[in-house]
């Protein structure tokens, strides 16, 4: 195929910026702009409040509703402690493998449809295709919610969103939702011999812990019959809890990073609403008796929707056709995909790669994979001539 060499060319290219999530992907999202607008993509760049993230958002063809969306995330997971044999930011072909930090997860389906644009340019009729490059998926999918928040006051309406994290090219029709959340406790220090005259923060931390234990068994009890997620209930995870800083000292501050995966948005309420009751008429009332300024206080790190599988959905006939498969599956991990489908959008997760090399050290993306991503690419141009 002759998309190949061209993908892995600018593919190659990608991987050189280090798009880090907490480094700036202006430079990489600039050079896309550079290489769409080059076929005559209309281009538009959206800056995050500091002005040094971006994303993009383009469109060749029509401007009307109904277009099919090609969407990935230019942000990278970190390199840090992590023992690579190669330079992560160099692209290495070796054995039938791309290596690279963002080779799967995932610059290779961004290399891919953005080496397709000046076939999709050729061919679009009626039907615009539409690409969205976005930053921060990797820290709460940032940039896809602020731009969700763009095209809906533009009354921009694609019909059809591909999302294309990596999935061994399986189309993946579901997946939970992820709400991250950092808990602060604020007590009052004290010497460990008196606790009584402090309020220890690390000790309501936690009780704070055995809530959430009493609730992930709750949930059990409360997941859907025909849930088709493993596990099939919402999840709860503690992931850190952090405070004290000597045997003999009261801890005034502690923190929890924990985070849930809802199956159903009720069941996000319902944890939200329960541990609300639970700090207000229990913890805080303790702590503020002995000091008045005692709090706890949750941080949203990130509330992501999850992709709900849909009766109809036209994005999954679509990639059925174009890929031969007979079916769709759900997978554990999140993706920006629920957010697509919460503006109307028929969206679905197909991409090259597997999740088991993302965030590793020596990540790759096999070749055979990419062939396959680029061949449902190409057979994807039939629906714009159409």
Known sequence: ???????????????????????????????????????????????????????????????????ILLSGHSDVVPVTDQNWSTDPFE?????????????CDMKGFIAAAVAMAPFYAER????????????????????????????RAQ?????????????????IEGHKGCYEYSTHFTGLEGHGSGPDRGVNA???????VARLLELKDQL???????????????TINTGALVGGVAHNVIPG????????????SGDADFVKADLHAFCTHTLLPAMRAVSPDADIVTEVMGEVDGLIPADENEAKDILMELTGANGADTVPFGTEAGIFQ????????????????AHKPDEYLALDQLTECLVMLERLGGKLAA
């Open 202 to 208: 690390v000790e309501y931390a936690v009780r704070y």
């Open 220 to 234: 059990k009890a409360r997941a859907p019959k025909d849930s088709r997620f493993e596990p099939p209930w919402t």
């Open 124 to 151: 679009v009729k009626d039907r615009p295709v539409h690409f969205a490059f976005t930053h921060d998926e990797e820290t709460g999918c940032l940039g896809a919610q602020a731009l969700a928040q763009i095209l």
């Open 1 to 67: 195929m002759h998309y190949l060499d061209d993908t892995k060319a600018l593919l190659r290219q990608l991987i050189a910026y280090p798009t880090v999530s907490p480094d700036s992907n202006l430079e990489l999202i600039e050079f896309l702009a550079g290489r769409l607008e080059a076929v005559g993509a209309r281009v538009d760049i959206h800056r995050d409040a500091t002005g040094a993230k971006a994303n993009l958002f383009a469109t060749l063809g029509p401007d009307v509703d109904g277009g």
């Open 91 to 103: 692209m290495v072909e070796r054995d039938g493998k791309l290596y690279g930090r963002g080779t």
């Open 253 to 264: 501050k502690a923190r929890i990073d924990w985070e849930m995966r809802p199956v159903q």
């Open 155 to 171: 009354g921009t309406r694609p019909g059809v969103a591909i999302i294309g994290e990596p999935t061994s090219m399986r189309i």
């Open 342 to 357: 919460s503006l109307g959008m028929s969206a679905v997760v197909c991409g090259p790669g597997s999740i088991e090399q």
